[in-house]
C-alpha cells in the first residue's frame, strides 16, 4: 500500500536558519505529492504541491521538489521565521485509487526560536 | 473558492454519550467530503469519505459512522463514544486533486 514517512520532530530551529524535513513516498502509481501545514489550533492548509517528477513546489519562501528516483519531496526553506513554527505534514494522492484518498506522513512540529 | 464549516469547535463528552459532528460546504456543488482524525501526537487517519448523497465508504472498522444527508452536509456520529474516540476531527473536501480542510472540532471523552 501506500505510505509517506516524515523526518520526525520536535525539530528546533534559530531564526533565519535554513530548513528541511525529509519526505520519502512509497506509492503504486504515479502520485501527486503534497506539504500542509497546521498552526496552533487550526485545520491544516496546503502549502504546496507538485503533481509530477521533477516539479518543484514553492509557496511563501518553501520549496519542494518530486524526485522520483529517490521517492522524495523534501521541505525547504532558506531562513526560516517564528511565524513559520506548526507542525508539517507530507501527503500523497495517488491516481491508481482515484485520487480520492491522501496518504498522510505523522507530521513534524517545528519551532522557531527568535 | 469553497469554504469549509464545522461545528462545534470543541467538545467535551463522557464515555458513551452520543456524538454528532457536522460538516458543511460552500462555494462548490457535488464535492468529494473527508472525514479525518488526528489523535494526539499522531498523524492523520482518514476515517470516511464520500463522493455523493448517500454514499459513505469506511476506511477503518470503529464505532463510529458517517452520514451525507445533502450535497454539501457531512455528519460524523457515535451512539456510544469510546476514551480512545478523542482527537481532533478534520472535514475536508476534494476540489480537481486538491483537498481542502475546515477548521477542526477538538473532542474529549471523559
Known amino acids: 500500500g501506500n505510505s509517506v514517512t516524515q523526518m520526525e520532530g520536535p525539530v528546533t530551529l534559530s531564526e533565519e536558519a535554513f530548513l528541511t524535513i525529509n519526505c520519502t513516498y512509497t506509492?503504486?502509481?504515479?502520485?501527486?505529492l503534497f506539504w500542509y501545514v497546521q498552526y496552533p489550533g487550526e485545520g491544516l492548509q496546503l502549502l504546496l504541491k507538485?503533481?509530477?517528477?521533477?516539479d518543484k513546489g514553492s509557496n511563501k519562501g518553501f520549496e519542494a521538489t518530486y524526485r522520483k528516483e529517490t521517492t522524495s519531496f523534501h521541505l525547504e526553506k532558506g531562513s526560516v521565521q517564528v511565524s513559520d513554527s506548526a507542525v508539517y505534514f507530507c501527503?500523497?494522492?495517488?491516481?491508481?485509487?482515484?485520487?480520492?484518498?491522501?496518504?498522510f506522513g505523522t507530521g513534524t512540529r517545528l519551532t522557531i526560536i527568535p | 473558492s469553497q469554504t469549509i464549516h464545522q461545528w462545534p469547535a470543541t467538545l467535551v463528552q463522557p464515555v458513551g454519550s452520543p456524538l454528532s459532528l457536522e460538516c458543511t460546504v460552500e462555494?462548490?456543488?457535488?464535492?468529494?467530503l473527508y472525514w479525518y482524525r488526528q489523535a494526539a501526537g499522531r498523524g492523520l487517519q482518514l476515517l470516511f469519505y464520500?463522493?455523493?448523497?448517500?454514499?459513505i465508504s469506511s476506511e477503518v472498522p470503529q464505532n463510529l459512522s458517517a452520514s451525507r444527508p445533502q450535497d454539501r452536509q457531512f455528519i460524523l456520529s457515535s451512539k456510544k463514544l469510546l476514551l480512545s474516540d478523542s482527537g481532533f476531527y478534520l472535514c475536508?473536501?476534494?476540489?480537481?486533486?486538491?483537498?481542502?480542510f475546515g477548521p477542526g472540532t477538538r473532542l474529549t471523552v471523559t
Open positions: 501527503a500523497l494522492s495517488d491516481p491508481a485509487f482515484g485520487n480520492e484518498k491522501l496518504t
Open positions: 506509492a503504486t502509481g504515479y502520485p501527486s
Open positions: 507538485a503533481t509530477k517528477a521533477d
Open positions: 462555494g462548490t456543488s457535488n464535492p468529494n
Open positions: 464520500s463522493v455523493g448523497i448517500g454514499q
Open positions: 475536508a473536501a476534494r476540489q480537481v486533486y486538491e483537498q481542502y
